[in-house]
C-alpha cells in the first residue's frame, strides 16, 4: 500500500457546489497532517493543518478519521477560484504528499 | 516574517552539463530543508532532506546531490543532467516542531 493515496480526478463540479475529497495514509503514527493547493506550474502552499479530529476555516472543513486512516477535504459552495490540484501529506516532515486531486470548478 | 528564496525561476540546460540551483531561507534558524521534483502532471517526489548543517538524507538515488553549506542554504546539484531530469524543481522549508512546510517559488528544469 502507497504511504500516500488520493484520487487524482479530476472533479468537475458547477459553482456552488460541495465537493469532497478523500486521502489514505499507511503511517498508523501520524499525528499531523496537512492540506496544500496548487494552481497550474505554481508552488503548493498550505490551506489548512490538522492536528485532532478536524479544523474548520470559512468554506473548508477537513477531517481526519484516525481508525481508517484518511483525512477528507470538504469544500462548500465552490468558487471558480477553488480550481486547483489538492495535494495532502501526514507526518512531521513533508516525506510523502500525496499527488493531488485536481479540482476544477466551471461556472 | 520567514521567506524562502528560490532561483533560477527557468532553466534550460543541455543534456551532460551540470547544475546548481540554490535555495535560502530568512528569518528562522535551524530549519528542515527539502528538495522535491515534479514531473508534469504528476505528484511531488522528495529528494533530499536536511536537518542540519551538513546533514543530507538522499530518497531517491539518481546523479543529483545536495550540500548545506549553511544553516539557511540548500543546493542541489548535478555533474551532467540526464534528458529525464527534466521538471519542476522545489525547495521547502520546516520548523522542527510539527508545523507546516512553506515551499519556494520553484524552477522549472528543461534539459534538451
Known amino acids: 500500500r502507497k504511504e500516500v493515496e488520493q484520487d487524482p480526478g479530476p472533479f468537475n463540479v458547477p459553482e456552488g457546489a460541495t465537493v469532497a475529497f478523500n486521502c489514505t495514509y499507511s503511517n498508523s503514527a501520524s499525528q499531523s497532517f496537512f492540506w496544500y493547493r496548487q494552481d497550474c506550474r505554481k508552488e503548493p502552499k498550505l490551506l489548512m493543518s490538522?492536528?485532532?479530529s478536524g479544523n474548520e476555516d470559512g468554506r473548508f472543513t477537513a477531517q481526519l478519521n484516525r481508525a481508517s486512516q484518511y483525512i477528507s477535504l470538504l469544500i462548500r459552495d465552490s468558487k471558480l477560484s477553488d480550481s486547483a490540484t489538492y495535494l495532502c501529506v501526514p507526518g512531521r516532515r513533508a516525506l510523502t504528499f500525496g499527488s493531488g486531486t485536481r479540482l476544477q470548478v466551471q461556472p | 516574517s520567514q521567506t524562502i528564496h528560490q532561483w533560477p525561476a527557468t532553466l534550460v540546460q543541455p543534456v551532460g552539463s551540470p547544475l546548481s540551483l540554490e535555495c535560502t531561507v530568512e528569518g528562522t534558524s535551524n530549519p528542515n530543508l527539502y528538495w522535491y521534483r515534479q514531473a508534469a502532471g504528476r505528484g511531488l517526489q522528495l529528494l533530499f532532506y536536511s536537518v542540519g548543517i551538513g546533514q543530507i538524507s538522499s530518497e531517491v538515488p539518481q546523479n543529483l546531490s545536495a550540500s548545506r553549506p549553511q544553516d539557511r542554504q540548500f543546493i542541489l546539484s548535478s555533474k551532467k543532467l540526464l534528458l529525464s531530469d527534466s521538471g519542476f524543481y522545489l525547495c521547502a522549508w520546516s520548523s522542527a516542531g510539527d508545523g507546516g512546510y512553506t515551499f519556494g517559488s520553484g524552477t522549472r528544469l528543461t534539459v534538451v
Open positions: 490538522v492536528y485532532s
